[in-house]
C-alpha cells in the first residue's frame, strides 16, 4: 500500500490536501510503483531555502525540492519527501494568472517525477520532464498554453 502524507507548514497557499495526494500517486502509479511512504510538505520560502542550502548547497528559496530516501527497484517500494514551496506558488501563479494550488499541485508532480527517475539536468532531460508534466496537468484537468515568445502560459481548463 501507497501511504501519502500531506503537511501544510505555511500560510501563502490554501491546500488541496485530496488533490495532491491524487497528483502524487498517480505519477507513482504509472511507474509501478504501488507500495511505501511518501511525505509531502508545504512551506514558506524561508524553510526551502533553508534546506536547499544544508542539502545541496544552494543558498536561494526553490519552488522543489524531493528526496529520494529508499528504494527497492522499479516496483518499490519507495520511500521519499517532496518539500515544495506554496510561499513560491503564490508568487508565480500570479505571474502566470492561475491559481496558486495549480502552481503548487505542479511543484508535487515534479517533486514525484524526480522519484520515481526522471530528471532535468539536460536540455533533453528537461524537455522530457516538461512533457510529463503537462501530460500530468492535462490528466488532472489543467492545460498550459504557450504565449507569444515561447513562454509558458499556465491557464486553468474549465471542466
Known amino acids: 500500500m501507497l501511504a501519502i502524507e500531506i503537511a501544510n507548514l505555511q500560510s501563502f497557499v490554501s491546500i488541496e490536501p485530496q488533490r495532491l495526494r491524487r497528483a502524487v500517486r498517480m505519477v507513482l502509479d504509472d511507474a ?8 509531502v510538505a508545504i512551506v514558506d520560502d524561508q524553510r526551502i531555502r533553508e534546506l536547499n ?4 548547497e544552494h543558498d536561494y528559496a526553490t519552488d522543489v525540492l524531493s528526496f529520494l530516501l529508499e528504494s527497492a ?16 506558488a503564490a508568487s508565480e501563479a500570479a505571474r502566470y494568472g492561475w491559481r496558486p494550488a495549480d502552481e503548487l499541485l505542479l511543484y508535487a508532480l515534479h517533486g514525484a517525477l524526480h522519484l520515481t527517475g526522471h530528471d532535468d539536468r539536460t536540455k533533453s532531460q528537461a524537455a522530457a520532464m516538461r512533457r510529463a508534466e503537462s501530460e500530468y496537468l492535462e490528466r488532472l484537468g489543467i492545460a498550459q498554453q504557450r504565449a507569444a515568445g515561447g513562454r ?7 471542466s
Open 53 to 56: 542550502r544544508t542539502y545541496l
Open 73 to 88: 527497484g522499479p516496483q518499490g517500494p519507495i520511500t521519499g519527501e517532496i518539500v515544495a514551496s506554496g510561499e513560491t
Open 32 to 39: 509501478g510503483l504501488r507500495d511505501g511512504e511518501i511525505s
Open 152 to 158: 509558458v502560459k499556465r491557464a486553468k481548463v474549465c
